[in-house]
């Protein structure tokens, strides 16, 4: 048996059925593959397949004639499907800004003071006063990744082909992600971004009004009192429809909700079949699994704000595919193994730019924990 990913319920707004999406998008790969010379694969039903249903169009180069391996762009139909997936596998293209790049680089207004009003008597002048910006630059990096595939290939297994590799692309894409988004450093790991968690560690905790310091160390000495620090320290103006806590899974129910079990009035029939989307003090809780499973010395836990209005993400698109015979991976010649080799690329960048500072707290406040 054959489970399909429903994309088109779950993550997809397209009226095709998701067995029949999963079959469409398995033979164009098995046609793309095809129609790459480097790879020395014949699949004439795939191709004649593709053709017939505006997937490919060999005459002008498009969807698969790649003749170098050197990757095809992915068709919008299922370029929709990456990126809904991405979304339903990430969190940052969910909570932050999301911002179309139609070149590698790309700057945003970003506003910085607001107009000031004055008293000012009868018939005297106004003072003026001016809204001030300065630019957010996002620059888009190449973001890859490299799998393989058996070399026998047909339409017999198109479904299951198509359903495993779009979506094992869509989720490494999204974990990358979400890992520079909120756990980058700077580094080349990272492809230079600084996320969220790493923003804020730049505050002093228990300084700066947004960076909240724990009542511990440990995860167990956490108090509902420092939860409410933090929600009190966000901004009223962040304080918006979409403001949310992001926290790891097992640190939401080994904290968040013992947390919230112990303050009483909690109904057993809730406990027992817990609810669609977690809530605490009245917010969303978004679980993103690359936020820490374990705790540890002044280490920021969990996050919470409007991450709309924090930071930007420049999304270049131009998602592609490449197959390959001749490549090598991990050291491994596909040729010598009769596999083939998959490379699926795409582009963005992502810019935390609003984060507070050690006197004024921003659209994003954390909890950290002690030192010891």
């Known amino acids: 048996e054959i489970r399909i990913r429903d994309w088109s319920s779950d993550v997809c707004s397209s009226d095709l059925d998701p067995a029949v999406l999963a079959y469409r998008f398995g033979m164009w ?66 909570l932050f800004s999301v911002i179309p790049m139609s070149s590698d680089t790309r700057s945003e207004p970003r506003q910085l003071t607001n107009l000031t009003a004055y008293f000012t008597g009868e018939n005297a002048a106004g003072t003026e006063s001016n809204l001030t910006f300065d630019n957010v630059t996002l620059v888009a990096k190449k973001l890859m990744v490299l799998a393989r595939l058996s070399n026998e290939l047909n339409a017999d297994n198109a479904i299951a082909l198509g359903d495993r590799l779009i979506g094992e692309i869509a989720w490494a894409f999204a974990n990358k992600e979400d890992e520079c988004a909120f756990n980058g450093d700077g580094t080349s790991t990272y492809g230079g971004m600084t996320g969220v968690r790493s923003r804020l560690a730049e505050l002093t905790a228990g300084t700066a009004p947004g960076l909240i310091l724990g009542s511990g160390n440990l995860w167990s000495e956490l108090t509902l009192s420092d939860f409410n620090n933090v929600a009190g320290a966000l ?20 904290v968040m909700q013992k947390l ?11 406990v027992m079949n817990g609810v669609e989307v977690p809530v605490f003090l009245g917010y969303p809780v978004i679980v993103s699994q690359v936020y820490p499973s374990t705790q540890a010395n002044s280490q920021i836990p969990v996050t919470f704000g409007a991450y709309n209005l924090a930071a930007k993400f420049g999304n270049r698109g131009q998602e592609q595919i490449a197959f390959s015979t001749q490549a090598v991976i991990g050291g491994e010649s596909m040729w010598e193994r009769d596999q083939i080799g998959v490379r699926g690329t795409e582009r963005f960048d992502i810019v935390v730019h ?13 909890l950290q924990t002690a030192a010891s």
């Open 260 to 270: 919230a079990l112990a303050s009483g009035g909690t109904q057993a029939m809730e």
């Open 29 to 94: 790969a098995i046609a793309t593959i095809s129609e790459t010379k480097s790879c020395g694969y014949s699949n004439p039903q795939a191709v004649r397949y593709c053709l017939d249903n505006g997937l490919l169009n060999v005459a002008h180069g498009e969807g698969g004639s790649d003749t170098t391996g050197s990757g095809v762009l992915v068709p919008d139909e299922f370029g929709t499907s990456l990126i809904l997936l991405r979304e339903a596998y990430g969190v940052a293209r969910r």
């Open 354 to 366: 609003d984060y507070g500072t050690n006197s004024v707290a921003g659209p994003i406040v954390g």
């Open 235 to 254: 901004p009223q103006y962040a304080d918006v429809p979409g403001a949310a806590w992001v926290c790891h899974k097992t640190f939401y129910y080994s």
